[in-house]
């Protein structure tokens, strides 16, 4: 659990806080499992596009693409969102809700 976002190693799924299953496309989920199992939730572009496309030489625009549509949902369904670092990584992070 990270943020609001619990992930079942059983069952292979992501759920909210409030128990309702997050529905993702594969690729989303595969990202989002590394994001987890990653200590600081933190993932360079290389990490990312060796795991996810691995025979494709320049992975930036899939890249750019699935982070562009897997922000809405994970903000939606948590207290996280995805920050870029310069182009260089990606981080999943606690949103700071201001009062």
């Avoid at 059983?10 to 806080?17: D, H, L």
């Avoid at 409030?18 to 993932?43: K, N, Y």
């Avoid at 994970?74 to 809700?97: G, P, T």
Wanted: charged share 25%; aromatic share 10%; proline share 6%.
């Amino acid at each position: 659990s990270y943020g609001g976002l619990v992930y079942s190693e059983e069952e292979g799924r992501f759920y909210a806080a409030d128990g309702d299953a997050v529905s993702l496309t594969p690729m989303q989920h595969q990202l989002m499992e590394m994001f987890f199992h990653s200590p600081t939730h933190t993932l360079t572009k290389t990490e990312i596009c060796n795991t996810l496309w691995p025979k494709k030489p320049d992975a930036n625009d899939p890249l750019y693409t699935l982070i562009r549509r897997l922000k809405p949902v994970v903000e939606q369904h948590s207290n996280l969102k995805i920050e870029s670092d310069r182009s260089k990584a990606y981080r999943l992070v606690i949103n700071q809700i201001e009062n």
